[in-house]
Each structure stands twice: as structure tokens, then as C-alpha cells.
Nanobody
Framework: QVQLVESGGGLVQAGGSLRLSCAASGRTFSSYAMGWFRQAPGKEREFVADISWSGSRTYYADSVKGRFTISRDNAKNTMYLQMNSLEPEDTAVYYC?????????????????WGQGTQVTVSS
């Protein structure tokens, strides 16, 4: 079983920045690709970005490309999402997710493990 805990959310003005973190438990963190999803009120959960198990490959939703940067530090069992130029449309609960298959990667994939989410609110 994988435990994921998101942090770093908060209230920020439009144009500002936040850095989200996802801390993962277990000894096999580096074997899995991981991603960020978000869900706004009344909307389905949508893909934001993900990163391969090695950190060498990344993929972004068009809505955040050029503004968000995903990264990971396997030594710390932590994944990050640096969010710049935030817009009110970015307001959502952001969730960490682990891809289903270890030691492989496909862009946009999702797996069965989720964190509890961290709220990001962007005011105008």
C-alpha cells in the first residue's frame, strides 16, 4: 500500500506562485511514475502533469504548459509541482497520484493510489 500526502496549497493572488509537494511512503517510490491531478467544484478530476520514474520525461496538460513545472526527488520520496503565473481557473483541490505499473511510463496515465489533496485558491 502506498501512502501519499500533499502539502503546499493555499490562497494566492492571480499572477502569484505556489509550490506543491507530495510525500510518498514506502521503499519503491523511485519505481513509479507519478502525476498531479486537480478537481474544481462541480467538475471532474482532470490531469495536470506527470513525470516518469526516473524524472527524465514529463507531460503537461495544455492548460498549464509553460506555467507549471513538475519534478521529483527520489532521495526524499517527494514529488513537486511549481506553479507560476497562477490564474483563478487554477483554483481546485490538487491530488497526487501514482501510476499503476512500476518501472515504466506513459503520458497521462493514472493509478489506484491518491493522496487526500491540497486546496489551491487563486483570487483575482
Amino acid at each position: 500500500q502506498v501512502q501519499l500526502v500533499e502539502s503546499g496549497g493555499g490562497l494566492v493572488q492571480a499572477g502569484g506562485s505556489l509550490r506543491l509537494s507530495c510525500a510518498a511512503s514506502g521503499r519503491t517510490f523511485s519505481s513509479y511514475a507519478m502525476g498531479w491531478f486537480r478537481q474544481a467544484p462541480g467538475k471532474e478530476r482532470e490531469f495536470v502533469a506527470d513525470i516518469s520514474w526516473s524524472g527524465s520525461r514529463t507531460y503537461y496538460a495544455d492548460s498549464v504548459k509553460g506555467r507549471f513545472t513538475i519534478s521529483r526527488d527520489n532521495a526524499k520520496n517527494t514529488m513537486y509541482l511549481q506553479m507560476n503565473s497562477l490564474e483563478p481557473e487554477d483554483t481546485a483541490v490538487y491530488y497526487c497520484n501514482t501510476h499503476r505499473s512500476p518501472n515504466t511510463y506513459y503520458a497521462g496515465g493514472r493509478g489506484p493510489y491518491w493522496g487526500q489533496g491540497t486546496q489551491v485558491t487563486v483570487s483575482s
